[in-house]
């Protein structure tokens, strides 16, 4: 934990400039796909799992529906994906790549090895990193649910 309030021993900072990071190093790789990095983290979600409902989708990248719909909306309108009513409850939406969503895959393809490349960590290191960071939401999660 921090000793003091400097910002710099502040680990949520560490934490908001490792993202800021994050993004600028992702931008020039996205922006030739025309993606921002949410609709990336989204093609993410669907190339694992295609036909989420828009539900799922929004629990996975912890990102509620105000944020969501009109991310989907852009996606649709670009092309990457079609959002359909589930035939069995229709009061499910269900987001489906397109032809295009899912051509999109392979050209980013690389974008982790880049990451990797781009980090002074060894592979493990940075898989002990992602599960580090999983576990730290998850207890901030649990505690900001018994603070409730």
Request: contains cysteine; aromatic residues 6%; glycine residues 6%.
């Amino acid at each position: 934990m921090a000793k003091s309030l400097k910002l710099e021993d502040q680990l949520c900072f560490s934490i908001y400039a490792a993202q800021h990071a994050f993004n600028r190093f992702y931008k020039p790789l996205l922006g030739p796909l025309g993606l921002t990095y949410p609709q990336y983290l989204v093609l993410l979600t669907l190339w694992e799992e295609d036909g989420l409902p828009v539900r799922a989708i929004g629990e996975r990248l912890a990102l509620d529906s105000g944020t969501l719909t009109p991310l989907l909306r852009r996606m649709e309108g670009a092309g990457l994906v079609s959002r359909q009513r589930d035939t069995v409850d229709e009061r499910l939406v269900r987001i489906q790549l397109t032809a295009k969503g899912r051509r999109l895959e392979a050209r980013a393809a690389g974008f982790p090895q880049q990451i990797g490349a781009a980090a002074s960590c060894s592979a493990a290191e940075l898989d002990a990193l992602r599960r580090l960071m999983f576990r730290l939401r998850d207890d901030l999660d649990a505690a900001s649910a018994e603070a409730a």
